[in-house]
Each structure stands twice: as C-alpha cells, then as structure tokens.
C-alpha cells in the first residue's frame, strides 16, 4: 500500500519541478518585442519606403549612388540609434565606426552625382537586380526575433542591412560603367563582409537564450 502511494506522489513532485524549472526559463530567456514597436525596425521601414518611391534613371551609375546614399542614410540613423541606447561598447564602437565611413561615402556619392548625369544606353536590370536585394532584406528583417535590447537588434538587422548593401554593390561592379562607382562598391563589399562577420561574431558571444 505505501508502495503504491509512493509513485504518485513523486510523479507529482517531479510534475511541480518541471513546471517551476519551465518558469525559471521563460523569466530568464528569449524576451521578444513586436516589431512595430522596434525603433530600429522602423527605420528600416522609413528606408525601404523612400527607396521604393525612387524615380530610377536605369543608368546602373547613378541609380546604384542615388540608391546607396538613401541606403547609407538608413544605416546611419540606425547607428546613431544604437549610440543613444545601446550598452555594450563594443557594439556602439561599431555604430560611430560605421557612422564615419558612411557619412564619408555619402559625400563621394553625392559628388559623383552632381558631376555624372544619367546617361544611355539604359541598363533596366540594375534595378530589377537592386528591388529584389532590398525586398530579401525586408522579408529578412521580418524573420528576425527581436528583443527590444538595442545591442542586440541593432546587430541583427543591420547583418540584413549590410547584405543588401553588399548584393547592390556586386550588381554594380557587373553592370556599372563609371570608375568612380564601382570603386567604391569594391570598397563597400569589402568593409560591409568583415562588418557581417563581426556582428555574427558578437552575437554568437552575447545571445540572450
């Protein structure tokens, strides 16, 4: 008889265990924010939105500069977000490093776009290219669970952001016709890959779950 009471019992010992365990976890693990209420996720939105509304010349050149300044403009206002509300540093030494570059290649953009007007013959394909880069991002950006940590988040949408920006660049270099750009998209591909990396990096090393 105490024999056959005894199973019951710690069956329901081991049933109230696993339910206080599966508490303990919840409260300590992933916390997940709606994207609507995410600053980052709104800028995202912002820019994707203007560059949408873009009035593509289908000279690659300069539809690819007038595409990465909006591009650039997007990141940096993450970035800056990022600033005022991140806490790791290593994370916001990151935002002011991209910050800088941006701003830099926002200046040559707009240079060589006041110094080259849209010229034939007209290159449709940059663009179809170029909707589709952004349209992967923004279905990736939706796949992302965030977190409302701005280290975090930050790190995760601007992996999208910078792979976008990178899928662009190499469009460039294959369609483009003008030196000035194409340089600077080798320079973009070239800085944005080690960028991924070390937000992949940082986010291996510092999940939440």
């Not at 924010?33 to 593509?56: G, L, V």
């Not at 991140?86 to 910050?99: E, F, L, P």
Request: aromatic share 4%.
């Amino acid at each position: 008889m105490l024999r056959s009471l005894r199973l019951p019992l710690l069956a329901c010992l081991f049933a109230v265990g696993a339910l206080a365990s599966c508490s303990k976890d919840e409260a300590d693990g992933l916390k997940v924010q709606a994207h609507n209420d995410n600053a980052f996720m709104t800028i995202m939105h912002d820019m994707s939105k203007e560059m949408d509304m873009m009035t593509a010349t289908m000279d690659p050149d300069v539809d690819y500069a007038k595409m990465m300044v909006m591009h650039h403009t997007g990141a940096i206002k993450m970035a800056q977000k990022e600033l005022s509300a991140g806490d790791n540093a290593a994370m916001k030494a990151i935002a002011q490093r991209m910050i800088t570059a941006q701003q830099a290649e926002i200046t040559q953009f707009n240079a060589f776009l006041t110094s080259h007007p849209a010229h034939a013959p007209m290159v449709m394909e940059f663009m179809d290219r170029a909707m589709m880069a952004m349209e992967t991002m923004d279905k990736n950006n939706d796949l992302r669970v965030l977190t409302g940590d701005a280290d975090q988040d930050f790190a995760q949408l601007m992996i999208d952001h910078h792979t976008s920006a990178i899928e662009m660049s190499e469009d460039e270099l294959e369609l483009g016709r003008e030196a000035t750009p194409k340089s600077m998209a080798r320079q973009i591909i070239t800085d944005q890959q080690m960028e991924v990396k070390e937000l992949q990096n940082w986010l291996l090393a510092n999940k939440s779950y």
